[in-house]
């Protein structure tokens, strides 16, 4: 049982990937710090499960995005060094739209600007590397030849396993009830309380409802995304990891946000996912119907995927947290300088992770993070309640 007088430097409250990743660099500087969640880990109900995500440095005009790329993937080697894993999958990430499309071109000019390897090609070049896929001729094609795949529950678990190796305290299964700000900041569970000089946040899809209660609304939106496998046709392995990049759209019929990544997960299963969902109470998960999405998805893969099965596979379910802008918040609460709200990743955190917990672990602890932070101000929404 843990001592209810001991003062923590940090308290990190929630174990997803951004509040673990935030505790590692914690520990790691030598602070007394405690993670906890409300699961008993490693758990499916909120964001950071699952074997994969896609990695990439273009942002489009969103130049402060790549400035930050740059450093996670420093973090991340640094991260596969410690855990002696592999959690970096370089295949590259295919980009591509109408000639026209503000995202394509877009990427292609964020990769001019920042000097990332690239290339570009037209729909017959795509057909001849990538024939499993099928898009119009106007299509222009742009692949970051640094993208690629995160392996995402061991990039998580290497996180935890590190903060833990650095000294810190991780304790699962206990749900926070109520926070007390003050010089020293209280977290109440129903079992106990733990205090710590200042406390980080990172609520995932719960911070919608959790924030109101400490005077901060932030227009949140949890939403409920249908994570889909599609088999390859034959035995041409054409969508296999050392053949296939992972691959991003916005002009998939009728302008739908796809993504997709090769054959990492289940043999033979390709992951294309349709980058939106319903709303959702995430305590109520299963309560909405997301038939749509799948109906969405699967004329999707017929049109223009001809080397799957347009019938799924395998289905599962991840919840997004989403801001009106799409930006997270990164920032200290109005009133309480060692409350740190992180809030609202809109289902682009995870690549950001190393280099968020590192900005989220400088603001618990007085320090000024080298980027521009305006982007993730609170008060761009002007909607605090104090």
């Known amino acids: 049982m843990e001592n209810s007088r001991e003062v923590y430097d940090v308290v990190v409250v929630g174990a997803g990937i951004e509040g673990s990743a935030t505790a590692y660099h914690l520990a790691k500087s030598g602070k007394h710090v405690l993670l906890v969640d409300q699961f008993p880990l490693p758990h499916s109900r909120g964001s950071s499960h699952g074997q994969s995500r896609i990695t990439r440095k273009a942002y489009g005009p969103q130049d402060f995005y790549t400035r930050m790329m740059d450093e996670a993937y420093r973090l991340t080697e640094v991260l596969q060094a410690e855990c002696g894993e592999q959690l970096f999958i370089k295949c590259g990430t295919l980009v591509f739209g109408r000639y026209d499309d503000p995202f394509t071109v877009g990427t292609e000019d964020c990769l001019r600007r920042f000097n990332v390897p690239f290339e570009k090609f037209g729909s017959a070049e795509q057909r001849r590397r990538y024939p499993g896929m099928e898009f119009p001729k106007d299509f222009t ?8 795949v995160l392996r995402a529950d061991k990039m998580l678990q290497a996180f935890q396993k590190q903060f833990v190796r650095y000294g810190g305290v991780l304790v699962d299964g206990e749900p926070m009830k109520e926070l007390l700000p003050g010089e020293i900041v ?52 054409t969508f296999d990891v050392s053949r296939f990049p992972t691959i991003i759209t916005e002009n998939a019929n009728e302008s739908h946000h796809i993504y997709g990544l090769p054959v990492v997960e289940y043999p033979g299963l390709v992951k294309i996912c349709l980058h939106t969902g319903p709303d959702v109470d995430p305590d109520r998960r299963d309560a909405v119907d997301s038939r749509w999405v799948e109906d969405r998805m699967r004329a999707i893969i017929a ?64 320090q000024t993070p080298e980027y521009d932070m305006s982007h993730f101000r609170l008060a761009r929404f002007h909607k605090h309640k104090l």
Not at 141 to 148: A, E, I, M, R
Not at 212 to 229: A, F, M
Not at 306 to 323: F, H, K, N, R, S
Not at 337 to 344: C, E, L, Q, S, Y
Request: charged content about 15%; hydrophobic content about 40%; some cysteine.
């Open 303 to 366: 049109q223009n995927f001809p080397g799957l099965d347009p019938t799924p596979a395998v289905t599962e379910t991840c919840i997004y947290t989403m801001t009106p802008d799409h930006d997270p918040v990164l920032d200290h609460h109005p009133a309480w300088k060692n409350i740190v709200i992180a809030a609202g990743f809109s289902g682009h955190g995870f690549k950001l992770s190393p280099v968020v917990g590192k900005v989220l672990s400088q603001l618990a602890t007085g």
């Open 186 to 237: 209280t977290v109440r569970t129903p079992r106990r309380m733990f205090r710590g000089r200042s406390v980080v946040l990172a609520l995932g899809p719960w911070a919608a409802n959790f924030l109101p209660t400490i005077g901060v609304d932030i227009p949140l939106q949890p939403t409920r995304t249908l994570v889909c496998y599609w088999r390859e046709r034959g035995c041409s392995r």
């Open 141 to 148: 094609f742009v692949l970051d030849k640094t993208g690629g």
